[in-house]
């Protein structure tokens, strides 16, 4: 799997003082890879477990720059009454988390009465069954509204569906992906 780590500075710090807060002990294959990646970006990222396929576009992490995967805003409290942790989300806001006893990985939809279904036994397995693309060209703006009259969609094309193609080619210029490796 390749992710596009967020900043690791303070983390540990971060885990601690989330464990001490809520009386929890964060599996140890997790702990390992927030202190190493503090989570980050996947995109193309996608799992098939347990009858379930999905994508995964990110795992949270600590003081991100994108509030949608930071660990402080997610209530937690939902998920620790469980005996669970939120660590990812899909692209439909389903969740990825992680079974505070066993380590096991799990799957949560967004629209569904709540039930954990176990898609790896823990995190080192569910991250080797992720597989990526690496990020390849990024086709800009006059290359995407080419493409569109040339298919005789030019008037499709709006300010809207122009600031979209903007931020993702902001954000994918500046992602750096690195192949996601666990520690024994």
């Not at 990222?45 to 396929?53: A, E, P, V, Y």
């Not at 942790?85 to 079974?99: E, L």
């Not at 036994?121 to 990526?132: N, P, Q």
């Amino acid at each position: 799997m390749l992710i596009s780590k967020f900043n690791a500075e303070n983390v540990l710090d971060n885990i601690l003082i989330l464990e001490k807060e809520f009386n929890i002990r964060i599996p140890k294959q997790y702990r390992q890879f927030l202190i190493k990646y503090n989570g980050g970006l996947t995109p193309d990222t996608t799992f098939r477990l347990s009858k379930i396929s999905s994508d995964i576009e990110g795992f949270y992490g600590f003081e991100c720059e994108d509030k949608t995967f930071c660990i402080e805003n997610i209530p937690l409290e939902e998920f620790i009454i469980d005996k669970m942790f939120p660590i990812g989300i899909n692209s439909f806001g389903d969740k990825i988390v992680i079974d505070l006893g066993n380590g096991s990985v799990n799957f949560l939809f967004h629209d569904r009465q709540k039930k954990y279904i176990k898609i790896a036994e823990d995190f080192a397995s569910f991250v080797s069954k992720c597989k990526s693309k690496k990020i390849g060209h990024i086709r800009s703006i006059d290359e995407r509204k080419n493409d569109l009259i040339s298919l005789g969609n030019g008037h499709k094309i709006t300010p809207e569906k122009i600031a979209g193609w903007q931020a993702e080619i902001d954000l994918y210029a500046n992602i750096r992906q690195e192949k996601v490796i666990l520690e024994d």
